[in-house]
Structures are given as C-alpha cells and as structure tokens.
C-alpha cells in the first residue's frame, strides 16, 4: 500500500518540520517525468541561496540514511499524486538504481 506509506511518511518528516502542506502543488519538478531531481533532494537534502529578504536560505535535510528504496519511492509517489498533481509513480528500483548515481550537494 504505497499511498499510505508514502502519506505517513510525509506527514512525519515534512509536515512536522515544516507545517506546511500544499507547497508541491503544480510544481513541475515534482510532476517532472524523470524523478531525479526529486531523488537528488530526498536523499541528498537541499538548500536555497541566501537573499537578503532571507538571508538565512530554507533548506531541506537529507532523507537518504533514513529512508529505504521503498520509503523514497513511497513518499515520492505520494508527492506526486496528491494536491492535484498527476505523474507516473516512483518505484523502490528507481531509488535503488539511481541512489549511487547521485552524488552529494555540498551547500
């Protein structure tokens, strides 16, 4: 049942840090047909440049020594298809594949 973990899995890590829920919605990385990128941000982390209206630049932490294959896949494919947005699942093997791939973002 991908939905649900995925749902519970979203609502524990990200809701809880950053009480928001809707901030994904209609964004094109995530309804992107290739999932790398949001590959790259749940296992690697992410972080925004700093500007002065916010000098201390949001960032999101590294999910990747947490989560399995499946559990990225899961909370991924539930990004993907909630709040409207519509693409293709992501499966346990797309993170397998493409987690050695994916080298780390050194802010």
Known sequence: MIGFAGT?????????????RYPLKDSPVV????PTTLLQI????????????A???PAMPAFGWR??????AAVLTYIRNSWGNAASPVVSGDAAKRRPQIT????
Request: avoid cysteine.
């Open 8 to 20: 519970r899995s979203y609502d524990r890590d990200w809701i809880d840090r950053h009480n928001q």
């Open 31 to 34: 309804q992107a047909e290739d």
């Open 42 to 53: 749940v296992i690697h982390g992410t972080r925004n440049v700093a500007t002065d209206p």
């Open 55 to 57: 000098p201390t630049a």
């Open 67 to 72: 989560l399995s294959d499946e559990g990225i």
């Open 104 to 107: 780390e973002v050194t802010p």
